[in-house]
């Protein structure tokens, strides 16, 4: 009986391997072989850094250029790490509307011998490649050319690499539940994890400390893990930027590492189950092959 | 061949206006239907503004750095109405089947265009004025309307000329296929920056600023600025007057610009059998 229980979790655990790698797989070659890898490669820097520039743009008219601040790497790093929070949730959430209503799919995905989750996260891969790519460039156009505080030598890779892969986990939970939500709910916007991960930068601390929004706010931010994975990051990268900023100043890493995998054990929990419910209401609704062009 | 693709079409006024409904009817009514929208599109975009405006707090900037996220914030719903809901709409159709019948029915390119931008208004200007009034209320916005005609004149000058810009743009995505998602994508950040959505304009220099001036959106934010806020004539890039007739120069050119296109483009489009054409 035991035997048979292992046999089955094996199978189970083949079947989502095979349905991530196949997912990834289908999802590199939508997100890339639209155009020639030059173009593709521009298209993949522009937005992000022109993203940043923004925000430079912000900063530097009011501080009259003061790059060299420990705010300014704050936010500048903040700001580029944030770019896998869009990168990861849209990627994930989208796959459901593209095959859903561009390609008309998703129902073919649901009669197929595959684990629905497993595919939805292997869509987002793509996504996290080419937001790996803008995030080297934005850091490297931070340090090139605004004289930004990084030194590659002082980073603590070890924890910095930790913190970046605990961080995908996490993203790629909160992009599981926002495809959950997503199969309930009509094609209104184009991008809904941009959205998403437009109004969670009001919480997360990632291009200003968490003691500038209103003392009602705050718990909203305590209770996010990106705000803990943002201090990992920035702590393992520019340990003293991060010491100037009273935000997490009292916590250890260890506590921020344990924070940060609790809240991504209970994110992965609640992805789970919204996804599931969501697969069961778009199942009850006729929701699995719905076409909402207007 | 040639003779084959130039078809006139009975244009008329009524059958020109029917369009422009017929088309704006579905999105109404979609919008109606399931209010899931407002969520996403109301809701979660003001909290991304408030993002910046907090920015602006961290690095205690004057308050009426705040007045102009808030402003700004909530014309990029102008914009992704035109990016999202005009010109990438046209590849959608085109990979839903709707392009072909668009194009053999006896109405005007110009009139479901227009229909579409009218049928996305619902959103867009909702989510404008959401993130406006409250936006302005939350972070306690002054707003010094020095002549409410010269700013009612000015906006609605400046959505002429952007959807102006919107229908040409849309007839260069007549011919696109999976590109014109991944350009209309590329085209958020990059036109933000740009335009100063979250900054004067004049903080980008003279020259970028100028160049950024064929934005309808950046020349007509930058004097509405100026209309709305004590310090905003101290902000703005050129002068409300000038920034006018630059509005009426783009109105005009887009407005003429995108009607020749759509033409032509209709036409190519017709004779390279694109309009069929799903490169999946």
Do not use: C
Not at chain 1, 52 to 81: C, E, H, R, W
Not at chain 1, 266 to 293: C, K, P, S, Y
């Amino acid at each position: 009986m035991q035997f048979s229980w292992w046999k089955e979790r094996e199978r189970s655990l083949r079947t989502s391997i095979r349905s991530f790698l196949t997912a990834a797989w289908l999802g590199w070659q939508i997100e890339s072989n639209w155009t020639d890898p030059f173009l593709f490669a521009v298209y993949s820097i522009i937005k992000p850094v022109a993203g940043a520039a923004i925000l430079v743009v912000m900063y530097g008219i009011i501080t009259q250029g003061a790059f060299d601040s420990p705010l300014f790497a704050y936010i500048y790093l903040g700001n580029a790490f944030y770019i896998y929070v869009g990168s990861v949730m849209t990627g994930v959430s989208w796959a459901v509307i593209d095959d859903r209503e561009h390609y008309k799919t998703l129902k073919y995905i649901y009669v197929a011998p595959i684990h629905a989750p497993s595919y939805m996260v292997g869509r987002g891969v793509a996504r996290f490649l080419t937001g790996t790519i803008a995030v080297l460039v934005t850091i490297t156009a931070g340090v090139l050319f605004l004289n930004l505080q990084l030194d590659l030598a002082a980073v603590n890779w070890p924890m910095f690499l930790t913190a970046l892969a605990l961080g995908v986990v996490m993203l790629a939970n909160l992009g599981l539940l926002l495809a959950g939500v997503t199969l309930m709910i009509a094609h209104h916007v184009w991008f809904i994890g941009d959205a998403v991960a437009g109004a969670l930068y009001l919480f997360s601390g990632a291009i200003f400390p968490l003691e500038v929004l209103p003392n009602w706010l705050r718990p909203i931010g305590f209770a996010m893990p990106l705000t803990y994975w943002l201090e990992l990051l920035r702590r393992s990268m520019v340990g003293h930027v991060a010491a100037s900023f009273p935000t997490l100043s009292k916590v250890t890493d260890g506590q921020l590492f344990a924070i940060l995998i609790g809240l991504t054990i209970i994110f992965g929990l609640m992805a789970i189950l919204v996804f599931r419910w969501g697969e069961h209401q778009a199942r009850e609704r006729g929701l699995l092959d719905m076409v909402t062009n207007y | 061949m040639e003779r084959a693709t130039s078809i006139a079409k009975p244009y008329s006024t009524r059958l020109f206006f029917q369009t422009v409904i017929a088309r704006a009817y579905p999105r109404v009514i979609g919008a109606q239907r399931e209010k899931s929208w407002m969520f996403f599109d109301i809701f979660l975009p003001l909290l991304a503004v408030s993002a910046y405006v907090f920015v602006y707090r961290a690095i205690g900037a004057p308050e009426t750095y705040v007045g102009f996220v808030v402003m700004g914030g909530a014309m990029t719903a102008f914009w992704m109405n035109i990016l999202w809901s005009m010109s990438s709409q046209l590849f959608w159709e085109k990979e839903q089947g709707n392009l072909a019948l668009y194009i053999i029915a006896p109405n005007s390119m110009m009139a479901i265009l227009l229909g579409m931008a009218l049928g996305g208004m619902l959103a867009t200007t909702l989510r404008a004025f959401v993130i406006v009034i409250i936006g302005g209320m939350l972070f306690g916005v002054q707003f010094s309307v020095s002549s409410f005609s010269a700013l009612f004149g000015t906006f609605i000058l400046t959505m002429v000329a952007l959807y102006g810009m919107g229908m040409m743009f849309s007839s260069l995505f007549l011919l696109l296929n999976r590109e014109a998602w991944h350009l209309a994508s590329l085209a958020q950040e990059p036109i933000y920056l740009l335009s100063g959505f979250y900054f004067p304009l004049k903080s980008l220099g003279f020259w970028v600023a100028a160049g950024a001036s064929i934005i309808p959106l950046a020349i007509g934010m930058d004097a509405m600025r100026q209309l709305v806020f004590p310090s905003g004539p101290s902000l703005g890039f050129l002068s409300v007057p000038i920034e006018l007739v630059i509005l009426v120069i783009l109105s005009v050119v887009f407005l003429v610009g995108a009607r020749y296109l759509l033409a032509y483009m209709e036409r190519l489009a017709i004779r390279e059998g694109r309009l069929t054409d799903s490169r999946r």
